[in-house]
């Protein structure tokens, strides 16, 4: 469209391993679609590589947990340092999701205790956007092993 606003207007892309990025949308009533192209070819022209129709239910019915202006993640830091006893699955999708380093994860298996890993894990999740606590939510989510201990805390508040 004509009236958006696109920033940066020009970016260099890498790849990371991390399968994510964010859009913003302000007041937005319709689908609206993304396109990726590459640089000008020798014609002046673009190529297309990727594009993608987010419709409107996709990105309105969100589902991360924010109540009271807090996240699931900030409210709930306590009861997963105390309650999560298996963190092993947790790192291996935080690196599958490329959200920690190798470095990051060896140094998280080698503290003794399942909570100092938590902390561990916790400290820069808690320092992160929404986006990377809204990333350690669906990761945690989506272990089966902790269903319980999320459907708890979620109806707790």
Same mark, same amino acid.
């Given at each position: 469209? /004509? ?15 991390? $399968? ?15 396109? *990726? ?6 014609? $002046?022209?673009?190529?297309? @590589? ?6 409107? =239910? ?10 009271? =202006?807090?996240?699931?993640? /900030? %409210? ?7 309650? @999560? $006893? ?21 140094? @998280?298996?080698? *503290? ?6 938590? %902390?561990?894990? *916790?400290?820069? @999740?808690?320092?992160?956007?929404? %986006? ?20 708890? *805390?979620? =109806?707790? =508040?």
């Amino acid at each position: 469209m /004509d009236t958006a606003e696109i920033q940066p207007d020009k970016l260099k892309l890498r790849y990371e391993r991390r $399968n994510f990025f964010e859009v913003f949308i302000r007041n937005a009533d319709s689908d609206f679609s993304l396109k *990726l192209q590459s640089k000008q070819n020798k014609n $002046n022209e673009h190529d297309t @590589v990727w594009t993608c129709t987010i419709r409107q =239910g996709d990105y309105q019915n969100q589902s991360t947990d924010h109540k009271d =202006g807090q996240h699931f993640i /900030d %409210r709930h830091r306590t009861a997963l340092i105390q309650r @999560v $006893n298996d963190t092993g699955p947790i790192l291996d999708e935080l690196m599958d999701w490329g959200l920690i380093s190798s470095e990051n994860y060896e140094s @998280v298996r080698a *503290l003794k205790t399942t909570q100092d890993q938590m %902390r561990a894990i *916790l400290k820069p @999740v808690s320092a992160a956007s929404t %986006r990377g606590k809204d990333a350690f939510y669906k990761i945690l989510k989506g272990m089966k092993h902790l269903r319980p201990l999320i459907s708890e *805390l979620e =109806g707790s =508040g």
